[in-house]
């Protein structure tokens, strides 16, 4: 089997006109040099050939890019996790970064609940730090969930009481997010990136950074809408994304809620009818090609109760959201929530050729002294690293 690009699919995909060196032309050049260490290596020529062999070196930069993003798709319905960990270790030795010095007990109990169940608590932001970072947000600028995939300059903040009104939730833009005090740091907390780069099977890159603010209802909570109904994610061959909840949140305040174990291929595979079953058919056209998902639809197929992920402002926890999960609307206030985005290539960082330079904008270069792995992960979005 191979990857093959349709030259029709998605028309308009482009590199940014702008000059320097932006996120997509960094993502150009690590598939570049990825693909020239695995032409490289006569022992990865299946690898090799799943992406049509020496002839991806002549793809347009836009094409390698969207080569990339398909495949992430056609991984994830081959349900083979050998395959997924095959591509993690082809990575893993492409990068030629050195092991952790963290040992793996120390971080054994948390890497085995993101293994188990696909989340997993982390230790909690100060009080003073997470306080810090919502007062930073209450006085950003707000913009709709639309707007993240429009050039900033295309898209003016709206006020907040047309937001609540028309929306569920809202972000902050990111050149705002990006001057946040103390933001990068928690990137690349050495803990954290010793954890992820072992659950992904390689070095972690940070392809995305976000921060919203989901609405609670004047009287209850609002009707679920897109990212509040059950669905899956597939950013990367591998990933994970670290939230960090910067209000309270319990049961009623805006829950992240997880189906554990569906992030698992092994799991899909399980609870997927057998050949020959008519229902094989109901549940492909449901789970691979029904974008948003009821919990009613849920538990039939997978028979399992969601977990609602609850706590204090300043907890923080990683989730493969490879699994089923939604965010549940607030009733009773506002939830602010941030994220990071970790995977082992930067296969969405094309989604950049829409976006404003916000990332070029900052200079990387003071993390090389937090070590080889912080300044790897840090490559792709920020200039310098």
């Not at 993502?27 to 490289?40: M, P």
């Not at 009481?161 to 902050?172: E, T």
């Not at 990006?178 to 933001?183: A, F, Q, S, V």
Request: net charge neutral.
């Amino acid at each position: 089997m191979k990857v093959v690009v349709d030259a029709d699919d998605t028309p308009g995909l482009k590199l940014g006109q702008v000059a320097g060196p932006t996120p997509m032309h960094r993502s150009i050049e690590w598939y570049r040099a990825f693909h020239r260490f695995v032409l490289s290596e006569p022992g990865l020529k299946p690898i090799a050939d799943l992406y049509g062999g020496a002839a991806v070196m002549d793809l347009p930069g836009a094409d390698l890019v969207r080569l990339h993003t398909k495949a992430v798709g056609f991984f994830h319905r081959l349900r083979d996790p050998n395959l997924a960990n095959g591509f993690s270790n082809v990575v893993d030795a492409f990068a030629r970064l050195p092991p952790s010095a963290q040992s793996d007990a120390d971080r054994a109990p948390t890497l085995d609940a993101l293994r188990d169940r696909g989340y997993a608590d982390l230790a909690p932001l100060s009080a003073e730090r997470t306080e810090a970072m919502r007062a930073y947000l209450d006085a950003s600028p707000l913009v709709p969930s639309d707007a993240l995939r429009r050039p900033e300059r295309e898209t003016t903040p709206t006020d907040a009481n047309i937001l609540r009104r028309d929306w569920n939730l809202a972000y902050v833009p990111r050149s705002r997010l990006l001057r946040m005090p103390g933001l990068l740091p928690i990137a690349v907390e050495p803990a954290h990136l010793n954890l992820i780069r072992r659950y992904l099977g390689a070095p972690p890159i940070l392809t995305d950074i976000s921060a919203w603010k989901s609405f609670a209802g004047e009287a209850g909570p609002k009707d679920a809408r897109d990212a509040q109904l059950f669905h899956f994610d597939l950013d990367n061959y591998r990933f994970c994304k670290l939230f960090i909840y910067l209000t309270d949140v319990d049961s009623e305040s805006g829950p992240h809620i997880f189906v554990p174990t569906t992030h698992r291929l092994e799991t899909i595979s399980a609870k997927r009818p057998p050949d020959g079953n008519p229902d094989q058919a109901a549940f492909d056209q449901w789970y691979f090609e029904t974008v948003r998902k009821s919990e009613a639809d849920v538990v039939k197929w997978f028979g399992t109760a969601p977990d609602a992920i609850t706590g204090p402002a300043g907890k923080r926890f990683i989730a493969d959201t490879q699994g089923l999960h939604r965010g549940c609307p607030p009733a009773n206030r506002d939830r602010w929530v941030l994220q990071f985005v970790f995977g082992t290539t930067p296969a969405t960082v094309w989604f950049e050729s829409h976006r404003p330079r916000a990332f070029t904008d900052w200079d990387g270069s003071a993390f090389r002294s937090s070590g080889d792995l912080a300044a790897y992960c840090l490559s792709i979005l920020f200039p310098g690293a």
